[in-house]
């Protein structure tokens, strides 16, 4: 994905003359490398950092990159990437490095732009990142500032934090930053545990406690989500009824009743405080496994624009084997971009999500077949509508018809590697969906939780035609259903070849196409 291409198609022919993978279990390995998503260049990332539009025209975005992962181990820092279409990326490198001026590892956060002159003693040009790190005494939370587009920053407050955890358990973490106009006074949501603190500042450095939004059972009535991260807040015009909606989002577990870490949002409003005051249950953003550490741009008043890491901690910091059956260091990608946009559903507000995509795509090829024609699948139950065998990255397109009034029975769709095999089950009777997936690049203790099978109600159900579009690479896979909902997920493969298997129960026609995605 990077305009380095003369260079990494170089390495990859050399390693092809020579046969053997010379990186494998080194943090620069390239096993893990997709094609149709950004890859750090080197160790392990995780969450997205703020996402900003340059002086350049480019989009600008960091992330957390530790590129001594399982080697040192000792923490991350803030790399920056910049990019014009959300498909290809330039690495700018390390902008906030680690265990410097004051602070440890450096841990989320995001940024602020000085514009309209909020912090006096910095020319308005100036950007400036707040960021948690944890130190030995506590989570505390610290400022740079950049004078050169946001390429490196130098220690604000004289490398002191600009707030201090109260004991060395607390949770506080990943704070996001913004302007509020009717206070007139720069606001901090930061991570607390089960719940989100609202902070007010005059001057940037000193804060005072405005409230809290409590995410637990207790006060939305729902289930508890445990410990939050990531927290961020962006605004929707719904334009069919005009009115403006604030939307936070937050990173969570969903352990205690069935689900997975991901990406969760909720609806609302801001009292005069700045408080975050919900007027909706929590839903995800995401219905997948990996889909987590997510960042959010404002492209305009009804959209917004999202990128995740695609990761998982309850598996990716286990053992994860090579192709040479050597443990990885060196994995981590983000997501393809999406669009979010606000509707109103079944007197509710809900996040309909968009993927984005403009990557070359080529050898595109389709596929027609009726059930009623279809040959018997092994199960000797279901009709084996396509079987086809391509490379790992794909854009697969699969439209289903109903030879009745409505689409019947179970959609099986398999997506096979040597390594891995990722099964996707929709009941078009009741609209739910299951989702299980194995692979042997995972062992240990922590394969449980990766193999786990999830069951999700799509809220699409007895239609006469439904189409789902898959992004498929070689280490994931984005599930993007007609309503507006992805299944994002990891299938952790090594294997440059894909077969995908679509089955059915009921009576349905299969219209299909795939093309190669290029870099």
């Known amino acids: ?37 950004y890859n750090t260049p080197k160790g392990f990332m995780n969450d997205i950092q703020t996402i900003f539009k340059g002086n350049d025209g480019y989009y600008h975005l960091y992330y957390l990159l530790n590129s001594n992962y399982k080697s040192e181990n000792d923490g991350t820092e803030w790399y920056h990437v910049r990019t014009k279409d959300w498909d290809h990326f330039e690495n700018l490198g390390v902008a906030i490095p680690k265990f410097v001026n004051g602070w440890s590892a450096v841990a989320s956060g995001s940024i602020y732009p000085n514009s309209n002159g909020f912090f006096k003693d910095l020319p308005t040009t100036a950007i400036l990142a707040y960021f948690t790190s944890y130190t030995e005494s506590g989570q505390h939370q610290y400022v740079a500032y950049s004078l050169d587009d946001g390429r490196s920053y130098h220690p604000y407050n004289n490398g002191q934090p600009v707030m201090r955890s109260s004991s060395k358990e607390q949770n506080a973490r990943d704070p996001y930053i913004c302007y509020n106009d009717s206070n007139k006074k720069l606001m901090m949501y930061l991570a607390e545990g089960d719940k989100i603190g609202t902070y007010a500042s005059s001057d940037g450095k000193n804060w005072e406690y405005q409230g809290a939004t409590i995410l637990n059972q207790g006060s939305l009535g729902g289930k508890d989500l445990g410990l939050v991260e990531c927290p961020n807040l962006k605004t929707f015009y719904d334009s069919s009824s005009g009115v403006t909606k604030h939307v936070l989002f937050f990173g969570a577990n969903g352990y205690g009743y069935g689900s997975t870490t991901g990406t969760y949002y909720m609806v609302g409003q801001l009292d005069r405080q700045g408080n975050f005051v919900a007027e909706q249950q929590p839903e995800r953003l995401d219905q997948g496994s990996d889909y987590y550490g997510a960042n959010f741009y404002q492209e305009s008043s009804s959209a917004v624009i999202s990128l995740a890491w695609m990761g998982n901690w309850d598996y990716l910091q286990g053992q994860i084997l090579d192709d040479q059956g050597e443990e990885s260091k060196h994995i981590g990608s983000v997501s393809s971009a999406r669009e979010l946009k606000l509707v109103r559903r079944d007197n509710k507000y809900i996040l309909e999500s968009f993927l984005k995509n403009t990557n070359r795509k080529t050898n595109t090829v389709s596929y027609q077949s009726n ?75 922590k394969q449980a939780n990766y193999e786990r099978s999830y069951i999700i109600q799509s809220g699409w159900s007895q239609q006469k035609e439904c189409h789902f579009y898959l992004v498929a690479d070689k280490t994931s896979l984005e599930f993007a259903l007609p309503n507006g909902q992805i299944y994002s997920m990891l299938k952790l493969s090594t294997d440059d070849k894909m077969t995908l298997i679509v089955e059915t129960s009921g009576s349905n026609t299969l219209s299909a196409s795939f093309s190669n995605f290029e870099p």
Not at 3 to 13: A, E, F, P
Not at 14 to 32: H, K
């Open 1 to 37: 994905m990077l305009k380095r291409k003369l260079g990494y198609l170089l390495i990859c022919l050399l390693a092809c003359v020579t046969l053997s993978n010379v990186d494998a279990g080194t943090n620069d390995s390239q096993e893990y490398n997709q094609t149709n998503h």
């Open 371 to 445: 059930s009623e024609t279809a040959p018997l699948s092994a199960d000797g139950y279901h009709r084996n509508l396509l079987t086809v065998s391509r490379w790992h990255s794909q854009e697969i397109s699969l439209n289903f018809q109903g030879n009745s009034t409505a689409l019947t029975g179970h959609i099986r769709i398999i997506i096979n590697q040597a390594d891995s095999q990722v099964l996707f089950d929709y009941n078009a009777d009741n609209g739910y969906y299951e989702v299980k997936r194995t692979s042997s690049k995972i062992i240990g203790d």
